[in-house]
Each structure stands twice: as structure tokens, then as C-alpha cells.
């Protein structure tokens, strides 16, 4: 029973956590004068000497303990004796792993952000960098229209800085202070929830006791938020591991992050994307699997919230070492630019700007488009694309077609004709990873 109720195994990482709320604690007692000067002191210096050696390896956090907090607490008691018993006054052990809890995850995020820009840097700067090379842009698989590689990369630059905003928001929901609401009712003592707040870096206490220790609705903020973040992951990486093929053939990435076959002596496997693909099913499982636990329950403490944290852990874990990974990939990876404007050339791209040039002839878009799709069946059927028809086979489709139609058929040239703000025109582009830039610099 000992073993299966115990949490040491995964709740020994919050150990930092926990030390730094209990002497928050310890200290505001102090000034309440719920404890001495002297018993504040002992107990504050005693719990600064356990961080250290747990931090060094000078203590095991062994499974002889139920969790951290009661190896915390048993660790206090054998350094200062019974004036380590005090410790514990006003709180309970559920309104302390809360706080432990949204320390937690406040410094996870905290990582994450950071992790997050150092990847929206990389995209920058191969925007940057080859802010000229045109690609197909698909939709249903199927090359559509041109467009510019930078804005390609921008689109993921895009996704990240809303899950930047949306990790933001968890932020806020988490940064609440639940420490003084005890096991579920308060606490009789005069606490100075405020003075704990503030040490601790909180904006807010909680404002009610039985939610404070009852919830974590802040850590299924952080869950969800982590999930749509591996989705984007997961999307890039699938880009990736198709752009790398020998069908697609548009980037090469580096030796460094792919494997090779253990039969095939040819073969060179995109494991890392492939990873963060698979990963990202993780992350959507600790999710879920939180969710699930917590639909039940009745308030407010129950038993069943200690599954809470190694869903937590598990995707804190995997976002930080994905997003990490994928920035040193995606530094190593280069562009096949000839292979990319190869593509462009074949595939009738340019089909929805013929379909517009005729709609500035004065034709109506619905009659421009079966128009458009019938030329294209004509092309199809000679092997030719639609650049390659003669003016005598365009005017048999509409007599408004003239020669200057062919300039709306260059591949480079539809793009250019894309200038419109969030288009993928080089000028506006360029503008909007100027504009970047500046959000990173200020």
C-alpha cells in the first residue's frame, strides 16, 4: 500500500518548489509572530542548507518517504529538532503541492517561452536568408500556387507566436498564490497571504479556498497550450521528412539529426522530425489523461489530483527537448532552391492568375474559372503546361485573352502580383519580417 500510494518517484523534482514556499511560509510566520525570531531563523537557514545538498547530491531523496514534502519536512526535523515540527503550522500538505504545483508550472512556461523564441529566431533568419526562393504552396497535397519559401516559414512563425500568447494567458491563470487556504477551509491563524504572495513572485492570492486546493485547471491550461504547440511542431516535422524524400528533394537535412538503415546501406532516416511527430501524441495523451482524472471529482481535495503531476512532468520534459532539438535542425538544414523553382514549372500553378487576368478582361470569375479548368484539360491532354499554349489555343477558349496574358503565367511573376498585406508578395514579406524583428528587439 506504502508503494503504490507513494509519489516520491516523480514528485522529488519539486523539491526546489517546495523548499522555497516553505520558507516563504516560515519567514511570514515570523513576522506574524507565530513563530520566534530565532525559531524563523533556524528553520529558514536550515531549509536553504537542504536545497544546497539536495541540489549537490548530498541528500538522497530516496523512496523512504512518502513524498517531497514529507522528506522536506523529516530532513528539517533531524537538522533543528522539534522546532522543525512548526513548520507545518496553518497550511496543509493540499494547499502546499498546489503552490508547488503552479511554481512549477510557472517556471516551466517561463522555459518555454524562451524556447519557443529561440525557435521563431531560426525561422527568421532563413526567411532572411532566402527571402528569393520560390516553392509550390499546396493545399490537399497538390501543388496549388507559388509562393515564397520566407512566407512558408513565416506561417510557422505565425502558429508559434499564438502559442507564445496562449502559454502567456496560462501564465496569468497560474500566477495565483493558494497557500493559507490549508486543507480546504483556511486557517485559523492570522496568515499574511499577501506577504507569501509577493516573496514568491504571485500577482494574486486565490479568493477562495476549497477552488485553491481543489483544481488544476492551470495545469490542463499549460497541457492544452503544449499541445497545439506539438501540433506545429508535429506539422513543420511532417514538412520536413516530406521535403526531405527524394520525391520532393527540397531541403537536406544534416547527417547530425538523421540515422541510417540497419539493412540499407543507402538509406538516410529524418528520425528527429519523425520523433517530434511521434512525441506530440504524448503530450496529447498527458491531456487527456488529466482530464479525465479530474472530470469526477466531487470537492475538493481527492486523492486521484496526485496523477496530476506526472502528466505534467511528461510534457514539460518532451516540449522543452523538442523545441530545442528542432532549432539546432532547423540551423543545419539547407534549402534546395533549384529543386523548389523545378517544381514550380510544372503543375498548372499559375491557373487561378489566368483566372483572374480574365476577370479584368471584364469576364465574370465563375465563367473565368470553368474556363481556366477547361484550358487546363487542353494542356493536360498535349503535355504541356498553360505558359506553353499559343495565342491561337487560348483565344479558342475566350477572345479577351491577349498577348500580354503570358506575363500572368511566369511562376515568379504571380507572386510579385501578391503585394497584398499577409500575402506572400516579396515586398510584403519582407515587411512582415521586418516587423518581427522589431517585436523581438522590443
Known amino acids: 500500500m506504502d508503494e503504490f500510494n507513494a509519489s516520491i518517484d516523480f514528485d522529488r523534482r519539486l523539491y526546489e518548489q517546495d523548499i522555497l514556499g516553505s520558507m516563504a511560509h516560515c519567514r511570514m510566520m515570523g513576522n506574524q509572530g507565530i513563530l520566534s525570531e530565532d525559531e524563523t531563523s533556524a528553520i529558514v537557514e536550515a531549509l536553504a542548507e537542504i536545497k544546497r545538498e539536495v541540489a549537490h547530491g548530498g541528500i538522497p531523496v530516496s523512496r523512504d518517504y512518502e513524498d517531497i514534502h514529507t522528506f522536506v519536512e523529516r530532513t528539517l526535523i533531524e537538522k533543528i529538532g522539534v522546532v522543525g515540527e512548526k513548520l507545518h503550522t496553518g497550511r496543509s500538505r493540499n494547499d502546499q503541492v498546489a503552490l508547488d504545483v503552479r511554481m512549477y508550472v510557472r517556471d516551466t512556461i517561463k522555459r518555454v517561452v524562451s524556447g519557443i523564441r529561440d525557435l521563431q529566431r531560426v525561422l527568421l533568419d532563413l526567411a532572411e536568408t532566402h527571402s528569393d526562393l520560390v516553392m509550390p ?22 502558429m508559434l507566436r499564438r502559442d507564445l500568447s496562449r502559454l502567456r494567458e496560462a501564465f496569468e491563470r ?35 479556498s476549497m477552488d485553491a486546493v481543489s483544481d488544476r485547471d492551470f495545469v490542463l491550461d499549460f497541457l492544452y497550450a503544449a499541445s497545439v504547440l506539438m501540433m506545429h511542431l508535429s506539422r513543420l516535422s511532417e514538412e ?44 496529447y495523451g498527458d491531456l487527456m489523461a488529466l482530464l479525465t482524472t479530474m472530470k469526477g471529482l466531487p470537492l475538493s481535495y481527492n486523492k486521484d489530483m496526485q496523477e496530476d503531476k506526472e502528466a505534467l512532468f511528461d510534457a514539460s520534459d518532451t516540449i522543452e527537448a523538442c523545441l530545442k532539438i528542432m532549432t539546432h535542425l532547423l540551423k543545419e538544414t539547407s534549402f534546395n532552391g533549384d529543386r523548389m523553382r523545378e517544381a ?80 506572400t508578395g516579396p515586398l510584403a514579406v519582407k515587411e512582415r519580417i521586418e516587423e518581427a ?3 523581438f528587439e522590443g
Not at 504552396?137 to 505565425?158: D, I, N, S
Not at 498564490?177 to 496568515?191: I, K, N, Q, V, Y
Not at 532516416?269 to 504524448?282: A, C, H, M, S
Request: with cysteine; glycine share 8%; hydrophobic share 40%.
Open 240 to 283: 520536413l521528412v516530406l521535403w526531405s524524400t527524394q520525391e520532393f528533394g527540397f531541403v537536406t537535412i544534416s547527417d547530425a539529426f538523421c540515422t541510417g538503415s540497419s539493412i540499407m546501406p543507402q538509406k538516410k532516416n529524418p528520425d528527429i522530425p519523425e520523433l517530434i511527430r511521434g512525441k506530440t501524441g504524448r503530450v
Open 344 to 423: 514550380i514549372r510544372k503543375g498548372y500553378l499559375e491557373a487561378t492568375d489566368l483566372a483572374d487576368y480574365l476577370v479584368r478582361k471584364g469576364v465574370p470569375f465563375r465563367q473565368a474559372h470553368e474556363l481556366v479548368g477547361r484550358m487546363v484539360l487542353h494542356a493536360l491532354a498535349r503535355d504541356k503546361e498553360l505558359r506553353e499554349l499559343s495565342m491561337e489555343e487560348m483565344k479558342e477558349f475566350s477572345r479577351q485573352i491577349g498577348q500580354d496574358v503570358y506575363d500572368w503565367l511566369d511562376p515568379v511573376s504571380c507572386i510579385r502580383k501578391r503585394e497584398i498585406s499577409g500575402g
Open 174 to 208: 497560474t500566477n495565483i498564490m493558494p497557500l493559507g487556504s490549508a486543507a480546504l477551509a483556511g486557517s485559523t491563524f492570522d496568515l499574511d497571504r499577501q506577504m507569501v504572495a509577493e516573496e514568491l513572485g504571485f500577482d494574486a492570492i486565490s479568493r477562495n
Open 137 to 158: 504552396g499546396y493545399t490537399h497535397m497538390q501543388r496549388a500556387q507559388p509562393v515564397l519559401l520566407a512566407h512558408h516559414l513565416m506561417a510557422y512563425f505565425e
Open 437 to 439: 524583428r522589431r517585436e
